[in-house]
C-alpha cells in the first residue's frame, strides 16, 4: 500500500501543514489545527471527507487529489 495513504494528522511534524484547494480558494492547515478540527487519528487522504473541512464560502468539499503534502511527507 501507498503509505502516503497510511498517514494520519499525528505523522505530520509539528511545523508542518496541509494545503487544500476548494472552489474558491487555498487553505493551509496546521498540524494543531487539524488536529483541533479532524483529530490526530484522521488520515490525511481523507481529509476531503470531514465536513468540519469544507468550505463555509462556496461549500464545496476540498479537492482530494490536490492535496498538497509537506517534503517531509512524501519522503517519508
Ligand atoms: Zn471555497
Redesign the pocket.
Given at each position: 500500500m501507498d503509505p502516503a495513504l497510511t498517514f494520519t494528522v499525528s505523522d505530520l511534524a509539528d511545523d508542518d501543514a496541509v494545503q487544500l484547494p476548494?472552489?474558491?480558494?487555498v487553505r493551509t492547515f496546521t498540524r494543531d489545527h487539524l488536529a483541533a478540527l479532524v483529530g490526530r487519528d484522521a488520515r490525511l487522504h481523507l481529509l476531503g471527507l470531514r465536513r468540519e473541512l469544507w468550505?463555509r464560502?462556496?461549500?464545496?468539499a476540498p479537492f482530494v487529489g490536490r492535496l498538497v503534502y509537506p517534503a517531509t511527507i512524501s519522503q517519508a
Open positions: 476548494c472552489a474558491c480558494r468550505c464560502d462556496c461549500g464545496e
